[in-house]
């Protein structure tokens, strides 16, 4: 959303400003991807004796934004624009 906006490619956003915008940082997504990556390799010997059997359902997992200091759209809408001010 803020990339799209920041391109070009995003003009309108039709949102309530009180909701959670359910965002995160696109770097937290990379290392929460990595530490996956690096537990899946841990747990999975690469000499495939003792691989998992094949019926075996992979772990999904699910990143999100915290409840701890959620942020809605409206604080997103304003922090972008002081944001875009200082550039």
């Known amino acids: 959303v803020v990339v799209g906006?920041?391109?070009g490619l995003l003009h309108v956003?039709?949102?309530?400003?009180k909701v959670k915008?359910?965002?995160?940082?696109g770097d937290m997504v990379v290392n929460a991807c990595?530490?996956?990556a690096w537990k899946?390799?841990?747990e999975y010997?690469?000499?495939?004796e003792d691989a998992p059997p094949p019926d075996l359902t992979p772990p999904v997992y699910n990143y999100v934004s915290s409840e701890?200091?959620?942020l809605t759209w409206g604080e997103l809408k304003i922090t972008?624009?002081?944001?875009?001010?200082?550039?």
């Open 5 to 7: 906006a920041a391109v």
């Open 13 to 17: 956003l039709n949102c309530n400003p």
């Open 80 to 87: 972008k624009s002081i944001i875009i001010k200082s550039i």
């Open 68 to 70: 701890q200091r959620p």
């Open 21 to 25: 915008a359910d965002l995160v940082p």
């Open 34 to 36: 990595i530490a996956t």
């Open 40 to 42: 899946t390799a841990k």
């Open 45 to 48: 010997p690469s000499n495939h």
